[in-house]
């Protein structure tokens, strides 16, 4: 009898996770420290490795995103429509500056030395952290966009903003004036998240109904022909298609392979070359609502943390895995071409 090889655990649990809602977790680029942020209006700051809380950084109101600037600062977007830098040693923060609205994600630009927020004000706010303190002097510029923004996503000089109402805006960050291309979501429902490729070609979307969109920016025809989507993250009860919201996006930094996490609780890898489903880790307790893999590939942090799809219902507390990447689950698989004929 062959041997049945129990799924692999869903990885360590980290200690100290947040008490509502995870709106998202990201690995520093310099180690394994790892940032979240939540609903409990705190951003805290976690060595994911040695499993100890570094930090915990309390908000005015829930925390909708958060990222770093290097390992001893980082930015927060909160719901009381503020942008926060966050100094780690000091525990410490102060406010860059002010949306209308709330502020719903927020990234940081190596290329540009910039801060870049997305609020549900529809505007999008590019901030010089370096200036000094007073938003008058920090803020670069507001641009408006068609909606409410969702998600942003940046690679080397572009920026990718999808908002409300299936819009898609790409910009390069040295001419802000106006996006360089106004994209419609070839989704046909909302759009839950979006991240660029790595290697800066074009960038994949998902949606609330369970779909994942990859898309290129070079509009020539033999790129554009590239462009595919696929369904994932549902099931089939009683001859009844179950759809999931896929939540979140998170692309492997060594082989360009990409995880999903959506609201059945599963997180899936693909190869989005081959068109192909590398993995399927056992299931979560809950939604999974954000995704990160460290700087380089080894470990892959899972919120699982129910995101309110189906309304205010009893649910599994709040958890933060990390799981060690083992290379089979990631690893492109070479395509296999039959021997021609003799």
């Known amino acids: ?44 700051l976690y060595d994911a490795s040695a499993d100890s809380l570094r930090g915990e950084f309390m908000h005015g109101g829930p925390v909708l995103d958060c990222c770093f600037h290097d390992d001893s600062s980082g930015f927060s977007a909160s719901a009381d429509n503020t942008v926060r830098r966050i100094v780690f040693s000091h525990g410490k923060e102060d406010i860059l500056g002010r949306h209308d609205a709330p502020v719903r994600c927020i990234e940081y630009s190596y290329a540009a030395g910039q801060v870049i927020t997305g609020s549900w004000d529809k505007t999008l706010k590019c901030w010089d952290p370096r200036g000094a303190s007073g938003q008058e002097k920090t803020l670069v510029g507001t641009y408006p966009q068609p909606e409410r923004v969702y998600s942003l996503s940046l690679v080397g000089n572009r920026l990718v903003v999808a908002t409300a109402g299936r819009h898609v805006n790409v910009y390069d960050l040295r001419n802000m004036s106006q996006p360089e291309q106004r994209r419609e979501s070839s ?19 998902s949606s609330v109904e369970g779909r994942v969109a990859m898309e290129f920016f070079d509009l020539s025809e033999a790129s554009q022909a590239k462009k595919y989507a696929f369904k994932c993250h549902r099931k089939s009860e009683a001859g009844r298609d179950i759809v999931y919201p896929v939540n979140a996006i998170a692309f492997h930094p060594v082989y ?10 599963f997180v899936n890898v693909w190869d989005g070359n081959n068109k192909k489903r590398l993995y399927q880790y056992s299931k979560y307790p809950t939604s999974i609502a954000a995704l ?36 089979i689950e990631v690893k492109p698989k070479p395509k296999v071409y039959p021997n021609p004929p003799a």
């Open 1 to 44: 009898m062959t041997p049945v090889h129990p799924p692999p655990a869903p990885g360590r649990e980290l200690s100290n996770p947040p008490t509502e809602g995870i709106s998202n977790l990201r690995f520093s680029n310099h180690s394994d420290h790892l940032l979240v942020s939540s609903w409990d209006k705190t951003v805290r």
């Open 187 to 205: 989704l046909k429902y909302q759009t839950r998240c979006v991240i660029c490729y790595p290697n800066g070609t074009g960038y994949a979307l």
């Open 256 to 265: 360009g392979t990409f995880a999903t996490g959506g609201c059945d609780g």
């Open 292 to 327: 990160s893999f460290s700087r380089d590939g080894r470990l892959l942090a899972v919120a699982s943390s129910y995101t309110f799809e189906e309304g205010d219902k009893p649910h599994e507390p709040d958890a933060i895995f990390v799981r060690s990447v083992n290379e």
